[in-house]
């Protein structure tokens, strides 16, 4: 088990090795940089995980590098959640998890 506090100060917390991790999604810049897609930073990246109670809880980490604010563990709501996941390409993970209705309000 490994614990993931929160950074909202709530004390709660949730176990990353029984959550299921999607990973941002990247592109390399025009100076050969690495990006994250989700973050437009190549030094900052997310990571959305989705606990075994269904609770999304964002990642976002700055390699180690300062970087103010780059940091964090915070939950986030379902369309949040599946804003992120279309944005990132996981588009067949928003269907397996019944988000359509999340899916259809973001259609144009």
Same mark, same amino acid.
């Given at each position: ?5 929160? #950074?909202?100060?709530? %004390? $709660?917390?949730?176990?990353? =090795?029984?959550?299921? +991790? ?5 592109? #390399? =810049? ?7 897609? +989700?973050? %437009?930073h190549p030094e900052v ?8 109670? &269904?609770?999304? /809880? *964002? /990642? $976002?980490?700055? &390699? %180690?590098?300062? !970087?103010? &604010? @780059? @940091? &964090?563990?915070?939950? /986030?709501?379902?369309?949040?959640? +599946?804003?992120?996941? /279309?944005?990132n390409g996981h588009q067949?993970? !928003? ?8 899916? $259809? $309000? *973001?259609?144009?």
């Amino acid at each position: 088990m490994k614990k993931i506090p929160l #950074t909202d100060t709530s %004390g $709660r917390w949730f176990d990353m =090795d029984t959550a299921s +991790a999607f990973k941002a999604d990247s592109y #390399t =810049d025009a100076q050969g940089n690495v990006v994250c897609r +989700a973050t %437009g930073h190549p030094e900052v990246w997310e990571t959305l995980y989705l606990t075994l109670k &269904g609770t999304f /809880i *964002l /990642i $976002r980490d700055d &390699g %180690g590098d300062f !970087v103010p &604010g @780059s @940091s &964090g563990a915070v939950v /986030i709501e379902p369309e949040r959640a +599946a804003e992120w996941l /279309i944005a990132n390409g996981h588009q067949e993970q !928003v269907k397996k998890m019944d988000m359509e209705k999340e899916e $259809r $309000r *973001l259609e144009l």
